[in-house]
C-alpha cells in the first residue's frame, strides 16, 4: 500500500527517448518520494506511487484504492483533464465509505479560481514560515519553483513530505479497483444536476419490540435507533447512513416503509433511488418480514438491500445459519437477480467498514438505474414505447457502459 498517489494532469505531445513533457513531475515526485520513505522508515518503492507513460493501468487503479495519502498537482490543465476528474471520484468515494486517504494538495501552477471545479474544496498545501520560497510558491507554483532553484524548493518538498507523513494513519483500503471500473467512473470535475433525494428505510426492531432472548444494547426506542455494530462504531445505522448519502451528494430522507409504499406499486414516478438497510433480526416479526418480500417482489430498479451480521455480535455469529435463511426467505429475487456486490450486501456485510463501502456503491447504481427508469417517463408515450433504457424485464438495470480513454 503506497502512502501517497500522485494524481496529475499529462501534458500533451510526442514522447520519445531522452524527452517527456512529463519529465518535471517525475523528477518532483521522486524528490518527495525519497522525502516520506526517509521521514517515515519505508523502503523507497512503498512510499509513493506516479502513473508512468509505460505504466499497467490497474496497477494505477489498484495504487488509488490502496493509497493513504491523495496527492493532486492543482493547474489549470489538472480542473479540465476527464482521467483527474475519474481518480477525483475515486477518492471521493473512499471518502464516503470511510476509508478516506487524506488529501495533500500541491499548488504545482497558477489557476483562475473560477476554473476550481465544485467538487473541490481541499486547498494547496501552505508552507509557512519560508520567507520568500513561500512567496514564490504560492504566486508561482512549484512547477516554476523547481524549475528556477531546485535548492530553493526543498524546504516546501519538505514540508509537502511532512504532511503526507502526518496524515497516512488510520486509512484502510478499499476494494482494488481496475482499469475499467476506473474508466467508466464519473469525472468528478464535470458540471453535474443536482442528485435527488435518497430514500432510506430501517427494518429492523425497537427495543420493546425485540425477539425474545435477543441482547438490547445495540437497540433504542425507535427502529432507526439500531446500532448494527455498537456504539463505538458510528452510532444509530440511519445517522451513518444518512451522512454517507450527504457525501455523495444526496439531500437523505429517512422514512418508513409504509411512506413509500406506493412507489413500489408503481402508481407514481419514484423521487429518487430507495435504500433498505435490515437487520437480520427483525425478519422473525412476520409483519416485517412480509415488508422485505413485498419490497423484494417488486425490485424496483432504483432499490437496493443491504444486510448487516456484525462479526463483533456474539448473538448474531451464533444463530448466523438460521438468520440467514430469513434473509434468503425474504429476499429471493435479490439474490438470484443482483449483480455479485449486491447480492453479498444482501447476505450481509459483518464490518462497519464494509457497510460503509457497499452503501457507497449501491447508492451510486441505483442512483443510476433511476435516472435511466424516470427518463422514459417524461417522455410522451407515443414517441418511447417498450421497456425503459438499461432495465431489464426482472426490473434490474444494467451498469453504465463505454469508456473514455486516457491515450
Not at 512529463?22 to 523528477?27: A, E, G, L, N, Y
Not at 509513493?48 to 489498484?62: I, K, L, Q, S, T
Not at 448466523?320 to 437477480?337: I, K
Not at 453479498?344 to 449501491?362: H, K, Y
Amino acid at each position: 500500500m503506497p502512502l501517497f498517489f500522485l494524481s496529475y494532469a499529462r501534458i500533451p505531445g510526442e514522447r520519445g527517448p531522452g524527452h517527456d513533457p512529463d519529465k518535471p513531475v517525475f523528477h518532483f515526485f521522486e524528490m518527495l518520494r525519497d522525502r516520506v520513505a526517509d521521514l517515515a522508515g519505508v523502503p523507497v518503492e512503498g512510499a509513493g506511487f506516479v502513473e508512468r507513460n509505460d505504466g499497467d493501468e490497474d496497477d494505477v487503479a489498484r495504487a488509488l484504492s490502496r493509497c493513504q495519502v491523495f496527492v493532486p498537482l492543482y493547474s489549470k490543465r489538472y480542473f479540465s483533464d476527464t482521467y483527474c476528474g475519474r481518480q477525483w471520484t475515486a477518492f471521493a468515494r473512499r471518502a464516503a465509505s470511510g476509508s478516506v486517504p487524506h488529501a495533500v494538495p500541491v499548488l504545482w501552477t497558477p489557476y483562475p479560481v473560477a476554473s476550481v471545479p465544485g467538487a473541490v474544496s481541499a486547498r494547496p498545501e501552505i508552507v509557512e514560515g519560508g520567507g520568500e520560497t513561500e512567496d514564490a510558491y504560492a504566486t508561482s507554483g512549484l512547477h516554476q519553483l523547481l524549475d528556477l532553484d531546485e535548492e530553493a524548493a526543498l524546504p516546501v518538498v519538505d514540508r509537502l513530505a511532512r504532511r503526507i507523513v502526518e496524515s497516512a494513519t488510520g486509512v484502510s483500503m478499499a476494494p482494488d479497483l481496475d482499469r475499467r471500473t476506473l474508466n467508466t467512473m464519473p469525472d468528478a470535475f464535470a458540471a453535474v444536476p443536482p442528485r435527488p433525494p435518497m430514500r432510506i428505510t430501517v427494518l429492523a426492531p425497537s427495543r420493546d419490540r425485540l425477539p425474545i432472548g435477543r441482547e438490547p444494547s445495540r437497540y433504542g426506542p425507535k427502529e432507526t435507533d439500531w446500532c448494527p455494530y455498537g456504539p463505538v462504531a458510528g452510532g444509530p445505522v440511519a445517522e451513518q447512513v444518512k451522512e454517507l448519502a450527504r457525501n455523495l451528494g444526496f439531500a437523505p430522507e429517512v422514512v418508513s416503509f409504509d411512506k413509500t409504499l406506493v412507489e413500489l406499486e408503481g402508481r407514481n414516478t419514484p423521487v429518487g433511488p430507495w435504500i433498505l438497510v435490515v437487520d437480520p433480526w427483525a425478519l422473525q416479526d412476520p409483519e416485517a418480514a412480509g415488508r422485505a418480500r413485498t419490497f423484494d417482489a417488486a425490485h424496483r430498479p432504483w432499490t437496493a438491500v443491504l444486510t448487516a451480521f456484525a462479526d463483533d455480535d456474539p448473538q448474531t455469529k451464533e444463530h448466523s445459519e438460521r438468520l440467514r435463511g430469513l434473509v434468503q426467505a425474504a429476499f429471493p429475487r435479490f439474490l438470484r437477480l443482483g449483480r455479485m456486490g449486491e447480492q453479498e450486501a444482501v447476505r450481509g456485510l459483518v464490518t462497519a467498514d464494509a457497510f460503509a463501502l457497499w452503501f457507497g456503491e449501491l447508492a451510486e447504481s441505483s442512483y443510476m438505474r433511476y435516472l435511466r427508469y424516470i427518463r422514459p417517463q417524461s417522455t410522451p408515450r407515443n414517441a418511447s414505447q417498450g421497456r425503459p433504457p438499461g432495465v431489464g424485464a426482472d426490473g434490474l438495470g444494467s451498469d453504465e457502459g463505454g469508456s473514455e480513454a486516457r491515450r
